[in-house]
């Protein structure tokens, strides 16, 4: 399942590595993006893979992004882990609206 989210940039994670069972090398990175929901807004990604690290360190935090990710689930002991694998990222071309405090006003001089 491919899926899409957008927000922004809160924690970029360190770099892990380690050998599968197969004796092969791998690399992770992940990030973390909140999304601006009132419920769970920060969602950890992540980024599996030399290319796909690349990629990811092209962004920084305080950034607004829209990744592309798969979501998949094993089970383990009985239990279900879920992981979010991001396959591509790139900077959204949205505006974000601040948020206004109740000591700031807006002046737009429309009349209504």
């Known amino acids: 399942m491919s899926l899409e989210i957008k927000g922004k940039i809160t924690k ?3 770099v892990e590595s380690g050998t599968s069972k197969a004796g092969k090398e791998w690399r992770k990175g992940g990030l973390v993006v909140d999304t601006g929901s009132d419920y ?11 290319e796909k690290l690349e990629m990811l360190s092209k962004f920084k935090e305080g950034q607004i992004v829209k990744v592309l990710f798969n979501v998949s ?7 279900y882990f879920h992981n979010l694998d ?25 009349p209504f």
């Open 12 to 14: 970029k994670l360190p």
């Open 40 to 50: 769970n807004p920060e969602v950890c990604l992540s980024f599996f893979g030399d």
């Open 73 to 79: 689930s094993r089970e383990y002991n009985g239990k």
């Open 86 to 110: 991001a396959w591509k990222i790139d900077l959204d071309g949205g505006v974000v609206s601040p948020v206004l405090n109740s000591n700031d006003t807006e002046s737009d001089d429309l």
